[in-house]
């Protein structure tokens, strides 16, 4: 199966077993207006349409999910022990930073002011497919993330393993 430059969907063409999940690839440049309404990008949008959570990322940024797969992440949060205090803690921070949305016919998501503060987004951004979820970064907190983490690439493939 080649890539037509869409988003794909992980077992299209497949046996059902693979579930459907999206894959988000590549990098965009959007601009955020004065509303604080995003634009998604065009091969985004598919998956979303049944609707999208927003929340807090690591490292400063916005994660947007599919509806499917934020409940599949939160059913492994909820597997986890709550007698554990670092869980209790995540859990709590993760849920109350959480929005639930769905796109307008335009594509455009507005992102809660909060989650602006939290991310340092003002107009210019990066919006990133990062496999399962999309990831909206400050155009300079990303150039300065890729500037430190680019040297180290190649050697990352060896530790994640």
């Not at 934020?70 to 022990?81: D, G, H, I, K, W």
Request: glycine share 8%; proline share 4%.
């Amino acid at each position: 199966m080649e890539y037509s430059g869409r988003t794909r969907w992980l077992g299209e063409g497949l046996p059902s077993v693979f579930g459907g999940i999206a894959m988000f690839l590549g990098t965009h440049t959007p601009k955020l207006d004065e509303k604080g309404r995003l634009i998604l990008p065009a091969k985004f949008r598919e998956p979303l349409t049944g609707g999208l959570v927003m929340t807090k990322g690591q490292e400063r940024c916005v994660i947007i999910w599919p509806t499917k797969q934020f409940n599949t992440y939160a059913e492994s949060l909820r597997a986890r022990s709550q007698n554990n205090e670092k869980v209790r803690a995540y859990t709590r921070v993760f849920f109350s930073s959480a929005f639930d949305d769905v796109a307008d016919k335009q594509g455009r998501v507005t992102i809660p002011s909060s989650l602006r503060e939290w991310a340092g987004l003002e107009r210019d951004l990066v919006v990133v497919g990062a496999d399962t979820r999309i990831e909206i970064w400050d155009a300079i907190a990303w150039s300065q993330y890729l500037d430190a983490q680019e040297p180290g690439f190649a050697s990352l493939d060896e530790v994640i393993q």
